[in-house]
């Protein structure tokens, strides 16, 4: 039996000291949630939706592919045919019962990439608790997004502005089949209150970032990086300032006021980029009564 050899470098207590030195000296990694959360990708995978065409009709045509996908079994549909006078959906039938047990959803996404009509999506959101199990179960109403083409907003989920915006995103970046020669094509019929969303973008240069929020690991990922991985203008002293001042912003006073404003003026900006409608949700559209009871 071959003898295992020996560390090569061994860390001694002065190593110890010198990492514990290096490690106090780079910027704090901490946000003060909840007043200011972590931006989110758009192919991020949160709470489910149930997309609208824009003349207002259900996009799911009852066909289960989603809940055979599904590998935890969470999911539970049920189509019924369309009524001959007032259809539901264009096809001949619809999503009758839609289901969704949160509490075994894995978000693996899988039941997005089967959809053959970009029924069901994910949103951005995943602050969600209960107090009650059968809250934990989401029915068809609280799925299907309302007459805007917004996630109904239920009482014990803390939504923000930005994470109903840039839904679907896995879905337009990897269909069909992960064919590179398909990026940037659009494939997919228009959204309520979205109109056709911009495709994500991928390994082809045909993308636009501006208008569908993909943000730089630079930047997002700034307070992680190494000194020898940060930018030129983040190295040496001046970066060292940089960052000081930085931190002293965050902790000054009514930081977490400016914060939401700047946030909802890269919302608007996003919003506009993306969305030829331009409309804007109302502040008071994610608070519910206390009696829980959905927003319609």
Same mark, same amino acid.
């Given at each position: ?51 609208? !065409? *824009?003349?207002?009709?259900?996009? &799911? +045509?009852? /066909?289960? @592919? $989603?809940?055979?996908? %599904? =590998?935890?079994?969470? #999911? ?21 019962? !839609? *289901?969704?047990?949160?509490?075994? &959803? +894995?978000? /693996?996404? @899988? $039941?997005?990439?089967? %959809? =053959?009509?970009?029924? #069901? ?152 980029a993306g969305d030829s409608s331009g409309r804007r949700p109302s502040g ?13």
């Open positions: 039996m071959p003898t295992p050899e020996p560390p090569k470098q061994r860390q001694n207590v002065l190593g110890g000291f010198k990492l514990t030195l290096e490690h106090l000296g780079r910027p704090p990694v901490t946000r003060q949630y909840p007043e200011e959360k972590r931006p989110k990708q758009p192919r991020q995978h949160g709470r489910h939706v149930l997309n609208r !065409y *824009e003349d207002g009709m259900e996009k &799911c +045509i009852g /066909c289960e @592919l $989603c809940a055979g996908v %599904c =590998p935890a079994d969470c #999911i539970y549909v049920r189509g019924l045919d369309n009524p001959p006078d007032h259809p539901v959906s264009p096809g001949e039938r619809y999503g009758y019962v !839609y *289901e969704i047990n949160f509490l075994r &959803c +894995i978000h /693996c996404d @899988l $039941c997005v990439e089967a %959809c =053959p009509t970009e029924a #069901i999506t994910e949103s951005k959101l995943m602050e969600f608790s209960f107090t009650n199990r059968n809250d934990a179960i989401y029915t068809k109403e609280e799925l299907l997004v309302d007459d805007d083409g917004r996630p109904r907003r239920l009482a014990w989920e803390d939504w923000r502005d930005s994470d109903d915006l840039h839904t679907s995103g896995w879905m337009r970046a990897t269909s069909p089949s992960g064919a590179a020669a398909f990026e940037g094509e659009v494939q997919w019929s228009g959204e309520l209150g979205f109109g056709v969303r911009t495709p994500e973008g991928g390994q082809s240069g045909r993308r636009d970032d501006a208008a569908t929020g993909s943000l730089p690991l630079r930047q997002t990922l700034e307070r992680h990086l190494r000194p020898i991985d940060m930018p030129a203008d983040k190295r040496g002293p001046r970066g060292a300032l940089g960052r000081m001042l930085e931190k002293l912003d965050r902790f000054s006073p009514g930081a977490g006021a400016r914060h939401k404003e700047q946030s909802e003026s890269a919302y608007d900006a996003s919003l506009l008071e559209s994610g608070e519910s009564g206390e009696s829980g009871e959905v927003d319609r």
